[in-house]
Each structure stands twice: as structure tokens, then as C-alpha cells.
């Protein structure tokens, strides 16, 4: 178990939690007016699409049943062209689901990672595999490109927690304190803040400023991490992870009983004392590493439940303890949606231009910050 310090951290935040964000509108469909619709492709499972897939099945095939190939496999193989077609990239979150994960995603990674591929991508299409903020943020730093969400509805209880009013109300209490967001927030809420942070990199973002403050919004959870990592003083928000903070520590000490050699392995935004019975808290690429390289025996993913199938595939070997928290906002991408994204060019990703130039240089000074 971690021994961790339990710094002083100031929290603000709306007394009554603020509900779901209300889903973005669509975009104008000037792509699919621009480029056009693609037939739709055939979608029965047969022998040819049984062969054609075979050694994509066979990268999943720990973690899906065989039962449930012949459903995937015709939309794989149909995205999979679709995106030749198109010139387009799929961006996928590690939250993904495998079928998504492994057989049709060109890149995969955690919310820096995905920003950071955007920036690099030659194609004229970015389809996001994840929820929308992560789409509003490869549209800021693509603004020339097509940037698609296969499901508008796909929002974050983090990104919905915080308004840019809010932001503007704290700098207004806070003068000349740096404030650092979160990328798990709507573009508005980033064009007030001074820079962005993941969970990867918070505590490097929150020191650049060498300064004794800093405010790091909305996930308070988060927050109080860094907190425990830095001599900064923080000032939070009370925004949660509907996802994290389900998890309880007793939940982690029971799996600690059962198995003393058990490896837990803890997401920033879970509460403290859940953090407090980790081995180890890191992003979701820092977890995907140290499974990698070390190898336990047995370990406990303290994150969203498909990140361990996804790190299953790459490591046969090591058992998965499972408690299985699904994030609904994630799991509301598909893949017959994101075949029908790349068919009618949906949904398009706009951000109003005085807004997103503000955004840009938040997001972009989080990544041009030297590791
Ligand atoms: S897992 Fe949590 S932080 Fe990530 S998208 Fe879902 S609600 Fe948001």
C-alpha cells in the first residue's frame, strides 16, 4: 500500500452537482455536403469475412467470445475500408472496447497520447473513438480538418461539472493565480484557463509555473493527487469521475485479502483512501506500462473495466482481478457507429472560432511543455 502525504487542499464547486451537460447540436454537414456519402457496405458474416479477419480475431480472441465475431467482423472489415476511402484515422480512447480497440483504431492511447497524434496525422479525417471533449480537442488542433464523434450524447461527468463562467469566477477571486484544466473539459472551460493538464502529466504542469498556488480544475480527486506529489499549495474543484469514484477502498483491501500478492493499480481521479491502497497511481499509459514491464502475477486495474481487456491482449500471462465499472459516455461509441460516421461524414465537430483560438493555446502549451 502507498504511504501517501495529506496536504491542505482548498475545494470550490456548485453546492448541488450539476447534472449531464446537455448534448452539443450536430454540426452543419458541410463535409458530407463537401465530400458525399459512401454506399453503405454489406455487412453479412461469411466465409470471406471470416478470412479477411481471421488475424484481427485472433488478436482479440482472449477477450472475445467467438460467439460475438461474426457481429463484429463484417463492421471491421467495412470500417476498416471505409477509412481508405475516406483518407480518415480512428482515435481511440484505452477505454475503448477491444473490437474498437484492436481491429480498427490507427492510434490508441490515454487523452495526451490521442491530443498528440492529432497533432501528427496526415489525413483529412479524424474520427474520435471517445467522448467529446477528446473530439473538441483534436478539432482545436486540426481546425482544417474533419473532426467526427460517432455519438454527440458521448459526454463526460468532468467536463460537465465546470462552466467557463465558473473559470472566470475563481480567476476573479484568485488574480494572478495560474489555472490548469483538465482536458476533460469543454473547449469554452479550457479558453479560460492558462494551460491543460492529463492525468499524466498534472503535477509537471502544475510545477512549470514555479510558483507556491496553482488551481487545477474540475476533478478534485485529481487534484488532491497532485497535491500529495508537489510542495505547490492547490485550489480545486469538486468535480468528480462518475467512473472513479465508485470504486471504495474496502472493496481494494477485500481483493488484498484474498490475494496479499495482488498488484493494485490505482487511476488519479479514484477518492484518496482508494488511492491509499494502491501499489501504484498513475494515467491509464503509466497502468498500461507498468503491467508491461513488470509483469505481476495478478493485478487490480482500479479504472474503467475495458482498459483491462485491452491490456490483456498485449499481455498474456498476468491474471486480471476485474471490478467492472463501465463509463456509459464511453460505451456509447460503437462500431456500426462509427461505420455510419465514416459513411455520412456525423458528426461534425464545430467550435465557434473566438473560443476555440483561446482553447487552442491551453491545449497547445500543455504539449509543447519539454517531458
Ligand atoms: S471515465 Fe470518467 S473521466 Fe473518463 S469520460 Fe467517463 S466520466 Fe469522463
Not at 490515454?110 to 474520435?128: C, M, N, P, Y
Not at 460516421?341 to 511543455?369: C, F, G, Q, T
Request: proline share 8%.
Amino acid at each position: 500500500m502507498a504511504t501517501i502525504r495529506t496536504p491542505e487542499v482548498e475545494t470550490f464547486g456548485p453546492l448541488v452537482p450539476r447534472g449531464p451537460m446537455a448534448p452539443p447540436r450536430p454540426g452543419p454537414g458541410t463535409a458530407a455536403k463537401r465530400l458525399g456519402v459512401l454506399p453503405v457496405p454489406p455487412l453479412e458474416w461469411n466465409k470471406d469475412v471470416e478470412r479477411e479477419t481471421a488475424h484481427l480475431y485472433e488478436r482479440v480472441q482472449a477477450v472475445v467470445p467467438p460467439v460475438e465475431w461474426p457481429f463484429f467482423a463484417p463492421y471491421v472489415k467495412a470500417i476498416n475500408e471505409a477509412k481508405k476511402t475516406r483518407n480518415a484515422v480512428i482515435l481511440a480512447h484505452n477505454y475503448q472496447t477491444p473490437e474498437i480497440y484492436n481491429c480498427v483504431a490507427d492510434f490508441v492511447g490515454d487523452s495526451l497520447q490521442l491530443a498528440r497524434e492529432a497533432t501528427k496525422t496526415k489525413a483529412g479525417i479524424i474520427v474520435q473513438a471517445g467522448v467529446h471533449f477528446m473530439a473538441e480537442t483534436s478539432k482545436l488542433l486540426n481546425p482544417d480538418k474533419v473532426v467526427l464523434i460517432p455519438d454527440l450524447r458521448a459526454g463526460c461527468s468532468l467536463a460537465s461539472s465546470i462552466t467557463g463562467e465558473d473559470v472566470r469566477l475563481l480567476r476573479e477571486r484568485f488574480p494572478g493565480v495560474p489555472i490548469v484544466t483538465y482536458v476533460n473539459t469543454s473547449a469554452d472551460v479550457k479558453a479560460e484557463s492558462d494551460i491543460c493538464c492529463t492525468s499524466s502529466n498534472a503535477v509537471q504542469v502544475v510545477e512549470s509555473f514555479g510558483v507556491d498556488k496553482v488551481i487545477v480544475l474540475p476533478d478534485e480527486y485529481l487534484a488532491r493527487w497532485v497535491a500529495t506529489q508537489t510542495n505547490v499549495k492547490i485550489i480545486a474543484w469538486k468535480g468528480h469521475c462518475e467512473v472513479h469514484e465508485r470504486f471504495t477502498a474496502e472493496e481494494l483491501r477485500k481483493y488484498r485479502e484474498s490475494d496479499p500478492n495482488v498488484q493494485i493499480l490505482a487511476h488519479p481521479e479514484c477518492p484518496p483512501d482508494v488511492i491509499a491502497e494502491a501499489d501504484f497511481t498513475g494515467s491509464t499509459s503509466a497502468m498500461i506500462r507498468f503491467v508491461k514491464e513488470r509483469r505481476p502475477k495478478k493485478v487490480v486495474m482500479v479504472t474503467e473495466c475495458s482498459m483491462a481487456d485491452n491490456v490483456q491482449v498485449e499481455t498474456p500471462g498476468v491474471e486480471f482481478v476485474r471490478p467492472c465499472n463501465l463509463c456509459p459516455h464511453m460505451k456509447r461509441i460503437t462500431l456500426p457507429k462509427i461505420l455510419d460516421s465514416l459513411v455520412y461524414l456525423r458528426e461534425e465537430v464545430e467550435i465557434d472560432p473566438a473560443i476555440a483560438e483561446r482553447a487552442r493555446r491551453a491545449v497547445e502549451r500543455m504539449i509543447h511543455l519539454k517531458s
